[in-house]
Antibody
Framework: QITLKESGPTLVKPTQTLTLTCTFSGFSLSTSGVGVGWIRQPPGKALEWLALIYWNDDVRYSPSLKSRLTITKDTSKNQVVLTMTNMDPVDTATYFC??????????WGQGTLVTVSS | QSALTQPASVSGSPGQSITISCTGTSSDVGGYNYVSWYQQHPGKAPKLMIYEVSNRPSGISNRFSGSKSGNTASLTISGLQAEDEADYYCSSYRSSTTPHYVFGTGTKVTVL
């Protein structure tokens, strides 16, 4: 059974850096074709892909957010970390991590709501 | 980057069939067979319903089917049931100077 769980701060101030950790089980990020992605959803709005890291360290970023995002993996800990710099109130959203195969998010974490406010 | 275009809402009566469209370009939907569909109930995480245009993950009802023609992908729900009322999102790989992934604008499905 594959499970993923997001963890990190629920409240950050404008201009601060957000660091989120995805801890997963039931699969290995060293397996060919496997990736872990981050997706967010502002309240009442649509989903948005943020970043994705593959088993071979290949990474994909949203072009509009690329300058602010960094995604890394720790295969031994079964964790993927996303950092987003210069947070703004418009970045208030639920952030999800997901297990990716075949260019699709097959399993998702429950999500974590991050609020950006002073 | 621009999202894929979906109708804001689609409705149908129990037992009917409905189709949700997802329109992109030759750089995403039309150029690759990497279209996936997700169902999201309020307050819940999305759930994968279709991947690679028409493949169903294990455990997904065969009432859900996917297809593609040109730059438009479609999700059809047949034998509509009350539990199908949810938001649905398409997603695709997009080639560009920086290859990445995009979601659609989302469609609210209402069972009348």
């Amino acid at each position: 059974q594959i499970t993923l769980k997001e963890s990190g701060p629920t409240l950050v101030k404008p201009t601060q850096t957000l660091t989120l950790t995805c801890t997963f089980s039931g699969f290995s990020l060293s397996t060919s074709g496997v990736g872990v992605g981050w997706i967010r959803q502002p309240p009442g709005k649509a989903l948005e892909w943020l970043a994705l890291i593959y088993w071979n360290d290949d990474v994909r970023y949203s072009p509009s957010l690329k300058s602010r995002l960094t995604i890394t993996k720790d295969t031994s800990k079964n964790q993927v970390v996303l950092t987003m710099t210069n947070m703004d109130p418009v970045d208030t959203a639920t952030y999800f991590c997901a297990h990716v195969r075949n260019i699709a998010a097959h399993s998702w974490g429950q999500g974590t709501l991050v609020t950006v406010s002073s | 980057q621009s999202a894929l275009t979906q109708p804001a809402s689609v409705s149908g009566s129990p037992g009917q069939s409905i189709t949700i469209s997802c329109t992109g370009t030759s750089s995403d939907v039309g150029g690759y067979n990497y279209v996936s569909w997700y169902q999201q109930h309020p307050g819940k995480a999305p759930k994968l319903m279709i991947y690679e245009v028409s493949n169903r993950p294990s455990g997904i009802s065969n009432r859900f089917s996917g297809s593609k023609s040109g730059n438009t992908a479609s999700l059809t729900i047949s034998g509509l049931q009350a539990e199908d009322e949810a938001d649905y999102y398409c997603s695709s790989y997009r080639s560009s100077t920086t290859p990445h992934y995009v979601f659609g604008t989302g469609t609210k499905v209402t069972v009348l």
